[in-house]
């Protein structure tokens, strides 16, 4: 018994002074796990952000790419022009993929035309079906016209003869998101069959 009277006495408990200093490492140990969730949390949605409007990108640019390539193609061999418009932010082509002398709007179509309308800032790609969105956010659009030595085609739009010396088109596609941060891709396409 007087063991445990003498534990009991020595036990006194906490003071105010131990509490305060615990509760004090306390906050300080929250606020730094907090700012590393918040800061990687950040981090991992301007991240995401940024994926989605590469990929949009890239996609809309990999569509648009493979439909130039095919630009012109003509197994029947009644004069199918590849580049129909040509002006800085649209472009018409033309290919009779299935070689029965018909150009069709049916998908997949052989008469496309891209256009980038400013005020939705969305590209579209219209089949002669009507419209479709191809990129989403896009801030801004280039089509260059480039001849078979790699030089510039102008004025733009170009004329029914200039367009007919088309041979790669460099293309330009800037997308953004909302909070401003923007990314520009640019390639060049070969017209193979022009």
């Given at each position: 018994?007087?063991?445990?009277?003498?534990?009991?006495?020595?036990?006194?408990?906490?003071?105010?002074?131990?509490?305060?200093?615990?509760?004090?490492?306390?906050?300080?140990?929250?606020?730094?796990?907090?700012?590393?969730?918040?800061?990687?949390?950040?981090?991992?949605?301007?991240?995401?952000?940024?994926?989605?409007?590469?990929?949009?990108?890239?996609?809309?640019?990999?569509?648009?790419?493979?439909?130039?390539?095919?630009?012109?193609?003509?197994?029947?061999?009644?004069?199918?022009?590849?580049?129909?418009?040509?002006s800085s932010d649209s472009l018409r082509i033309q290919a009779d993929l299935d070689g029965d002398g018909v150009i069709e709007?049916?998908?997949?179509?052989?008469?496309?035309?891209?256009?980038?309308?400013?005020?939705?800032?969305?590209?579209?790609?219209?089949?002669?079906?009507?419209?479709?969105?191809?990129?989403?956010?896009?801030?801004g659009l280039v089509f260059n016209y480039l001849d078979a030595n790699n030089d510039p085609l102008s004025p733009l739009p170009?004329?029914?003869?200039?367009?007919?010396?088309?041979?790669s088109v460099a293309i330009s596609i800037t997308t953004h998101a909302r909070e401003g941060e923007q990314i520009t891709l640019?390639?060049?396409?070969?017209?193979?069959?022009?």
């Open positions: 018994m007087r063991f445990l009277r003498r534990l009991a006495q020595g036990n006194r408990g906490f003071t105010l002074v131990e509490m305060m200093l615990t509760a004090a490492m306390l906050g300080i140990v929250l606020a730094v796990v907090s700012t590393v969730f918040y800061s990687s949390n950040d981090t991992y949605r301007k991240t995401s952000r940024r994926v989605n409007m590469q990929r949009n990108a890239r996609l809309g640019m990999d569509i648009i790419v493979k439909e130039l390539r095919h630009a012109g193609c003509d197994p029947s061999g009644v004069g199918v022009s590849a580049i129909i418009v040509a709007t049916a998908e997949p179509s052989e008469d496309v035309t891209y256009y980038y309308d400013v005020v939705s800032q969305v590209l579209f790609r219209d089949p002669g079906t009507g419209p479709q969105v191809l990129v989403p956010n896009v801030s170009l004329t029914t003869l200039l367009a007919a010396q088309v041979r640019t390639t060049t396409a070969a017209l193979r069959n022009s």
